[in-house]
């Protein structure tokens, strides 16, 4: 009983050993096309992550793509594998290699983007004229636009359902373009408007300082160069009035002497020796300013 199924079970590997082989010759073939694939692809996604976009991006798709083709065609044959079951698992393949591929498609356009906004940012001198601005806005669509052609791939486009196209891409960089350049304007604005009421301050206060040394120097000058002076008697009185006007100022004296003391004050006598015991004046003084 036991050597029965020991028999059966023999057979039924000699049956199925043809197809298992089949299969499996197909599989390692693609196996090893797209292990290869795989380490160039890491090696472009690495060097797009240190910083710089990868130069003819689309060239090295499409290189990649037929070397995986030639590795598969070379491994089938080798196997002996069927043009169907070749062409079921090309297209299975295909299909594992274009995810890789679109993302590194999106990530040197991310890269593009990046270096593309930087050299606005540069050629526009950060927040210079307008026409600068345009210029430089035009330049960076333009660069991203041709850097992005280039990593489009061409001759393996057919092999895959994604477009690998950038338009997309480059219409959010020109919004993006267009509102780097709205808030650069609105701080350049700012800025200049700063500026405009600090100088309409310093200038508030430069005459107003002007206003107090002139002020300040009216107070204590030494007035005009002249002087004025005057005096009256009122007739039939003893009122003697005068004034006189120095520095700026005017004064008035109103003083009142006695007549026969006034007599005996003459050029001979004098002040004092012309003033009798107990002669008596009065004046006032006042300043008018």
């Not at 039924?12 to 380490?39: D, H, K, Y």
């Not at 001759?155 to 994604?162: E, G, N, R, T």
């Not at 997309?168 to 200049?192: F, G, N």
Request: proline residues 3%; glycine residues 8%; contains cysteine.
């Amino acid at each position: 009983m036991a050597g029965k199924a020991l028999l059966l079970a023999l057979c039924a590997a000699a049956l199925v050993a043809p197809l298992a082989a089949f299969t499996s010759g197909a599989e390692r073939a693609a196996n090893a096309a797209m292990t290869a694939a795989q380490a160039q692809v890491s090696a472009l996604e690495k060097a797009i992550e240190g910083g710089d976009a990868v130069e003819n991006l689309g060239a090295q798709i499409d290189g990649l793509v037929e070397a995986v083709e030639r590795s598969f065609t070379a491994g089938i044959e080798k196997a002996g594998v069927s043009e169907a079951d070749a062409a079921q698992q090309r297209e299975l393949m295909m299909k594992q290699l274009e995810g890789p591929l679109s993302g590194l498609f999106l990530q040197q356009l991310r890269r593009l983007r990046e270096q593309a906004l930087e050299k606005f940012r540069t050629d526009s001198g950060n927040g210079g004229s307008e026409a600068a601005e345009f210029d430089a806005m035009l330049i960076a669509d333009k660069t991203f636009a041709a850097k992005a052609e280039e990593s489009q791939p061409t001759k393996c486009i057919s092999l895959f359902q994604a477009s690998f196209d950038y338009g997309i891409e480059r219409s959010e960089l020109q919004e993006l373009l267009r509102e780097v350049a709205s808030r650069t304007k609105s701080v350049t604005d700012a800025r200049l408007e700063a500026a405009r009421q600090q100088a309409e301050a310093l200038k508030y206060l430069g005459k107003q300082q002007q206003e107090l040394a002139e002020c300040q120097r009216q107070q204590y000058s030494a007035g005009p160069p002249f002087s004025f002076g005057c005096a009256y008697k009122v007739p039939l009185t003893n009122i003697n009035l005068s004034g006189t006007y120095q520095n700026g100022k005017t004064k008035l004296v109103c003083s009142v002497v006695d007549e026969p003391v006034l007599n005996n004050i003459t050029p001979d006598q004098g002040f004092v020796t012309g003033l009798d015991d107990g002669a008596m004046g009065l004046s006032f003084n006042m300043n008018l300013f």
